[in-house]
């Protein structure tokens, strides 16, 4: 009977082709979200060698998931590597154009490269977001464009505007207290820099930077407090050594 009519065998052979196709799709998608959570699972514990490895794995699997391309940004941004993280961050948006994480981590890649511009595009694009969960993020990295602009007064602002969101979120604290230094507002910048400490107890940076403002203002035994509170906190950080840069400078 087949054989009277062709069309039906091919017809047979199309569909099963097709069957065939969607399975493999579907377990070739399958297989690259296990890679996918795993090499996130390793970007969360700072192996961004082994988040790498099964990121890629993912990718030669299923490159349509904007989950997956995120993760790739991640792994190369870690690994030092702006213009691979930008590409995958790009393809994430493109994926995904409401994804305010996926803007909001180009934009740090931005601020690295010191692209002050597209830094601030790049978050107002993710604070654009009206289901962005964690504006403060973006705010903050806000900030700290404007301020490597030397804008400081659109610095502050979103400093200001982070902490709104999230009063005790330190690293706004410290980037607010920093642009009240660059402004020689000591009194301020060392407020904001002490909120910063207190709400972050093991924020090493921020006490490295109270401690070379104490020092700018001659208040050489709260300085000597601070830095020696980074050697505690961060021992083998470069923050630690140059900590102790400034022990030795103050004499003790």
């Known amino acids: 009977m087949l054989k009277r009519f062709p069309w ?29 959570r795993l090499g996130e699972s390793y970007l969360a514990q700072g192996n961004a060698t ?5 990121l890629l794995k993912a990718e030669a699997l299923y490159k349509q998931d904007y989950h997956l391309q995120n993760a790739l940004g991640l792994a190369y941004s870690e690994k030092g590597k702006p213009d691979l993280a930008l590409r995958h961050f790009k393809k994430t948006v493109a994926l995904k154009p409401d994804f305010a994480g996926a ?8 601020l690295k490269m010191e692209q002050w511009d597209k830094a601030i595009e790049s978050f107002n694009r993710a604070l654009g977001e009206l289901l962005y969960a964690t504006p403060h993020f973006a705010l903050n990295n806000l900030g700290e464009a404007y301020r490597g602009k030397k804008d400081y007064t659109s610095s502050i602002e979103a400093y200001k505007e982070a902490l709104q969101k999230e009063r005790r979120y330190a690293r706004a604290h410290r980037g607010l207290g920093l642009t009240y230094l660059a402004m020689g507002d000591y009194k301020a910048g060392i407020s904001s820099l002490e909120k910063a400490v207190k709400n972050a107890p093991n924020f090493a940076a921020a006490y490295y ?3 070379r403002a104490r020092a700018e203002t001659y208040n050489r035994e709260k300085a000597l407090s601070a830095f020696k509170k980074v050697v505690e906190i961060a021992p083998d950080s470069p923050f630690a050594d140059a900590a102790l840069d400034e022990i030795s400078k103050l004499g003790r």
């Not at 065998?9 to 199309?14: E, G, N, P, Q, R």
């Not at 082994?50 to 099964?54: H, K, S, V």
């Not at 909001?104 to 890649?109: A, D, E, H, P, Y």
């Open 103 to 110: 803007w909001n981590n180009m934009g740090t890649v931005y």
């Open 209 to 211: 930077d109270l401690g």
């Open 8 to 36: 039906l065998v091919l017809s047979l052979c199309l569909t099963l082709c097709l069957v065939s196709c969607v399975t493999n799709t579907a377990d070739r998608k399958k297989q690259a979200e296990a890679c996918t």
């Open 50 to 54: 082994a988040a790498l490895r099964e």
